[in-house]
């Protein structure tokens, strides 16, 4: 085994960050303890280390870990989302200051497990490496302060993991009982027909349910409404972002695997298919905003399948790129909801009315992430949708593709209503108090809007990096 630091920098970075918010965390201190101001600027670093490492590659650790053009995309995309998150943090009125170094560590501590299975081509390892960026939110998740709820969302998401992940360890026994292995490159030279290896295919649909907790996927689904509307709005933002970062590049990798054999594509496109049907017609009835944001998501976990199921490198590159833009999308949406939320309570769409008087720059970041949410141009995600629905048309899953542009039709209500009310709705003007957001947020906020909007203009250079992940797993 030949280690080399290079390999292994946007890993060392981001340990580096842990290590420093855990001394700071177990300082006597009480200043020190009660102020972790300095991560986002670490965090704005650590994207530098990651894109300085975009094209490493090598082996480490005996084979089980992977340097390469797919690892080292979902490492930025992990560090670019780190960032947002923890800026996004860096106020949260309903964390009590004691606990500031605490909570971003354990963030950090998520996200380094994420850059892990960025890399992770074994299937322990794959799980070990899951479970670290599991762990540390389930102790952030109850942050909130007086507030049952969050109790309530960190217990089902504790239950609903533990569930997944014994599902996971089950089809993982099935997997090595069968197949009599678990590097994922030698499983994609195996046979993984019904016919031939029922048990194996059993096993790696039950160890994907793992991944489908993560991402939210249905049936895997039902903690996500709820620990959304419990968890403070800017532990959402993270938990509703960047675990799907991890899933979906498992979900790439593995996907050499499922197209040994047409049953696991048709497993991830059924699942895709009433993941997209339900989030969607369930975000219809809510009213709740992280409420729908939840529901929505898993109708996007279910769009991620078009690229899985396509068999081409251009769908997992679409895949990719669906899951660096979707992070963007709902961080800009999160944040908007973050600034109006000044006592960190939840909002409803009523709460929305007469944005654009009391703020009209954050209505225009709201109304730029919703029109990126259901996919209209001139926004990335437009892009990502049509690269998605292109990669998958007449690959064997047209009806697919059909089911994913009827429900962003659907889409259209609940994510515009959002809009509606900024802009349209009836207000009491003279009762209309103006919104309270600094400067610096409403720049950062505008910063958000334009990369959303550059992506939709030009996702060449991004798109192109997905490309070069996709054409090393399916050349």
Excluded at 294 to 299: D, I
Excluded at 359 to 367: D, E, Y
Excluded at 420 to 444: I, K, M, N, Q
């Amino acid at each position: 085994m030949d280690f080399s630091l290079a390999l292994f920098l946007p890993e060392a970075f981001q340990c580096a960050v842990v290590l420093g918010l855990l001394l700071q965390s177990l300082s006597s201190s009480s200043v020190l303890r009660t102020d972790a101001s300095w991560t986002p600027w670490a965090a704005a670093l650590g994207i530098g280390a990651a894109y300085k490492g975009l094209d490493a590659a090598g082996i480490l650790f005996y084979g089980v870990y992977q340097v390469d053009a797919l690892s080292q995309f979902f490492k930025l995309a992990v560090a670019i989302g780190f960032f947002i998150a923890t800026l996004n943090a860096s106020r949260q009125p309903t964390l009590e200051k004691e606990h500031e170094s605490d909570y971003f560590m354990f963030l950090a501590f998520s996200a380094l497990g994420l850059m892990f299975l960025a890399s992770a081509v074994e299937l322990v390892t794959v799980y070990v490496a899951l479970e670290i960026s599991s762990y540390a939110l389930y102790a952030v998740i109850p942050l909130r302060a007086q507030d049952k709820r969050a109790a309530e969302a960190g217990i089902k998401y504790i239950l609903f993991g533990a569930a997944a992940t014994a599902l996971s360890l089950y089809g993982l026994s099935y997997v090595i009982a069968s197949q009599h292995a678990t590097h994922i490159p030698t499983l994609a030279t195996l046979d993984w027909t019904w016919e031939g290896q029922p048990m194996a295919v059993i096993g790696l649909t039950l160890f994907l349910a793992g991944m489908f907790y993560k991402l939210a996927l249905f049936p895997f689904h039902f903690w996500a409404p709820d620990v959304y509307q419990g968890s403070s709005n800017e532990t959402a933002a993270f938990v509703a972002t960047l675990p799907k970062l991890g899933a979906v590049v498992v979900l790439v990798r593995l996907a050499a695997v499922a197209h040994a054999g047409h049953e696991l594509l048709t497993v991830f496109a059924v699942l895709g298919a009433a993941s997209m049907t339900f989030g969607n017609l369930a975000a219809l009835a809510q009213r709740d905003l992280k409420r729908m944001l939840g529901y929505s998501s898993v109708a996007h976990a279910g769009y991620v399948t078009l690229g899985l199921v396509s068999g081409t490198k251009a769908g997992l590159a679409a895949a990719a790129f669906y899951s660096l833009v979707y992070i963007l999308m709902n961080l800009t949406c999160f944040w908007v909801l973050c600034r109006l939320a000044d006592q960190g309570q939840n909002l409803a769409y009523e709460d929305l009315d007469g944005l654009y008087k009391r703020s009209p720059w954050l209505a225009m970041v709201l109304a730029v992430a919703a029109f990126a949410l259901v996919g209209l141009p001139p926004t990335a995600g437009f892009m990502g949708k049509l690269f998605l629905l292109t990669s998958a048309w007449n690959h064997g899953f047209d009806w697919l593709v059909v089911v994913a542009a009827v429900n962003t039709a659907f889409a259209i209500y609940y994510y515009l209503s959002m809009v509606r009310h900024a802009y349209t709705a009836e207000v009491d003007e003279a009762g209309l108090a103006p919104a309270r957001v600094s400067r610096v947020a409403l720049f950062w906020g505008a910063g958000l809007a334009a990369v959303l909007l550059l992506l939709g203009a030009v996702p060449g250079p991004v798109f192109d990096l997905a490309m070069r992940a996709g054409a090393q797993l399916l050349p």
